[in-house]
């Protein structure tokens, strides 16, 4: 973990991008006159591919799982979709 004051961030934030990119550092701390205000870190998407049935075979449900959807979706719309 780094701490730079704002001046520092704006000074060097391509180095700082940098040092998230090679993994140098976890993340960012941006601080206000010694207060940390802000935590930059990286943006690691998870393809979808990788996302969807991550949880197939981790909880099982019993009975019907969508014998109430009429009923959820008209006290929450005011009627059936």
């Known amino acids: 973990?780094?701490?730079?004051?704002?001046?520092?961030?704006?000074t060097d934030f391509s180095k700082l991008?940098?040092?998230?990119?090679?993994?140098?550092?976890?993340?960012?701390?941006?601080?206000?006159?010694g207060k940390p205000v802000v935590k930059i870190t990286l943006i690691n998407e998870t393809p979808v591919s990788k996302r969807i049935g991550i949880a197939k075979g981790k909880f099982t449900v019993k009975g019907d799982f969508d014998a109430d959807n009429d009923a959820i979706a008209e006290s929450m719309t005011g009627g059936i979709l």
């Not at 973990?1 to 704006?10: F, G, P, Y």
């Not at 991008?17 to 006159?33: G, M, P, Q, S, Y």
């Open 1 to 10: 973990m780094r701490q730079v004051n704002i001046l520092e961030a704006k």
């Open 17 to 33: 991008i940098r040092l998230l990119e090679t993994k140098k550092e976890d993340f960012i701390t941006v601080a206000r006159n």
